[in-house]
């Protein structure tokens, strides 16, 4: 299996700042015959199912504000949140979807300094 | 829109079978390029994925789990399940059904599957004890 492991498990960030979300895989999760990376950024806010944020780890779902930004390539991933809001309290998730079984990090939870 | 809900039992025995379902509406489980799959999260912890099922019937499991569970289409294909055996209090969790983003195409037609969970449904607690 591809293990997920993202940092930090958790962060305080003023309104208004950055909130920086890091995601690391295992093995590569890029497929060399279209170049994409099988990544995929969550949010899932209290008591609600995870919405889809990001998929080939930068496409930004509709939707989503442009205040969010997933970059990165290979094995290291990056969720940024530009400007955060009060509304983006919540934990973020990466998952794989590259092989079988699909994993997903253990959650990195975002809080208003 | 395609919308999804879980239903079944809150409370199951240790060592009985946990059985949910999934109703599709909005849309048709019959549509190729979709899967249809099952992810658990225990109170205050994070997803697993447990499995999933294509158009065609196809499953894939997580190995995790290979050995208790069992995917179906319902009857009418507008609902599927997940039976799980031998459930332990470790079991005990939301579980969520999702469909993924189905195909993206390339200028040659050849299709790169988009295996991000894009429709969810609210999630059905189950619980574990005796």
């Known amino acids: 299996d591809i293990v997920m492991t993202q940092s930090p498990d958790s962060l305080a960030v003023s309104l208004g700042e950055r909130a920086t979300i890091n995601c690391k895989s295992s093995q590569s999760i890029l497929y060399t015959s279209n170049n994409k990376n099988y990544l995929a950024w969550y949010q899932q806010r209290p008591g609600q199912p995870p919405k889809l944020l990001f998929y080939?780890?930068?496409t930004r779902e509709s939707g989503v504000p442009d205040r969010f930004s997933g970059s990165g390539s290979g094995t290291d991933f990056t969720l940024t949140i530009s400007g955060l809001q009060a509304e983006d309290v919540a934990i973020y998730y990466c998952?794989?979807?590259?092989?079988?079984?699909?994993?997903f990090g253990q959650g990195t939870k975002v809080e208003i300094k | 829109q395609v919308q999804l809900r879980e239903s079944g039992p809150g409370l199951v025995r240790p060592s009985q079978t946990l059985a949910l379902t999934c109703t599709v509406s909005g849309g048709s489980m019959s549509t190729t390029g979709y899967y249809w799959s099952w992810i658990r999260q225990p109170a205050g912890k994070g997803l697993e994925w447990i499995g999933r099922l294509y158009s065609s019937g196809t499953t894939d499991f997580n190995p995790s789990f290979k050995s208790r569970i069992t995917l179906a289409f319902g009857t009418s294909k507008s609902q599927f399940s997940l039976q799980m055996t031998s459930v332990t209090a470790a079991d005990t969790a939301v579980y969520y059904c999702?469909?993924?983003?189905?195909?993206?195409?390339?200028?040659?037609?050849?299709?790169?599957?988009?295996?991000?969970?894009?429709?969810w449904g609210q999630g059905a607690t189950v619980i574990v004890s005796s």
């Open positions: 999702a469909r993924d983003k189905g195909d993206q195409f390339d200028s040659d037609g050849y299709p790169y599957p988009i295996r991000a969970f894009d429709i």
């Open positions: 998952q794989q979807y590259y092989s079988t079984p699909q994993t």
């Open positions: 080939w780890a930068s």
